[in-house]
T-cell receptor, first 107, second 116 residues
Framework: GIQVEQSPPDLILQEGANSTLRCNFS?????LQWFHQNPWGQLINLFY???GTKQNGRLSATTVATERYSLLYISSSQTTDSGVYFC?????????FGTGTRLQVFP | GAVVSQHPSRVICKSGTSVKIECRSL??????MFWYRQFPKQSLMLMAT?????????EQGVEKDKFLINHASLTLSTLTVTSAHPEDSSFYIC????????????FGPGTRLTVL
């Protein structure tokens, strides 16, 4: 089956730092999305980004579909950014989740 | 828009009882909903695809007789964990696709099930 690897698995930052999260797919996917899972478990849609680049405030994402990877940039991180970040893509009509990056931002 | 609710948010039950979890799309219609399970510090794993008016499609290794899914309307899908045992303790999350934005899924807040 398809493998979706995210890196790094864990990331610890001080408030104000920038970071880049990566998502690699072993096969082509459609409908790539990025999510933030907050400490209470709620998945929050960050980006729907099958290709190209999008920006939303301090967050931006880039997907290079031909090379099967996507990047999530977080600038000027805040403590509220803490949680787990997942990428997910549709493969054979199913949304397949990545392994996740656990981010902790300290004041 | 695109809000999905789940109820209950947390349930603790004794081994052998059945638990029903509801998933509702509040402001859109969803002919397709999905049920996921997430164990601590792990990713989400798809359990089944719930289709309005027809039988659910289960992923390999998921017992259809243990995890009963009913999708009776365009805004409601239910997951019943029958005869729950401690190994069924997990975080269950549903999602729905807005038929107008079929490519993007929106997720409920999840239900934390603890079986004693």
């Amino acid at each position: 089956g398809i493998q979706v690897e995210q890196s790094p698995p864990d990331l610890i930052l001080q408030e104000g730092a920038n970071s880049t999260l990566r998502c690699n797919f072993s096969d082509s996917v459609n409908n790539l999305q990025w999510f933030h899972q907050n400490p209470w478990g709620q998945l929050i849609n960050l980006f729907y980004i099958p290709s190209g680049t999008k920006q939303n405030g301090r967050l931006s994402a880039t997907t290079v579909a031909t090379e099967r990877y996507s990047l999530l940039y977080i600038s000027s991180s805040q403590t509220t950014d803490s949680g787990v970040y997942f990428c997910a893509g549709t493969y054979t009509d199913k949304l397949i989740f990545g392994t996740g990056t656990r981010l902790q931002v300290f004041p | 828009g695109a809000v999905v609710s789940q109820h209950p948010s947390r349930v603790i039950c004794k081994s052998g009882t059945s638990v029903k979890i509801e998933c509702r799309s509040l402001d859109f219609q969803a002919t397709t909903m999905f049920w996921y399970r997430q164990f601590p510090k792990q990713s989400l794993m798809l359990m089944a695809t719930s289709n309005e008016g027809s039988k659910a499609t289960y992923e390999q290794g998921v017992e259809k007789d243990k995890f009963l899914i009913n999708h009776a309307s365009l805004t409601l899908s239910t997951l019943t964990v029958t005869s729950a045992h401690p190994e069924d303790s997990s975080f269950y999350i549903c999602s729905a696709r807005d038929e107008e934005w079929i490519d993007e899924q929106f997720f409920g807040p999840g239900t934390r099930l603890t079986v004693l």
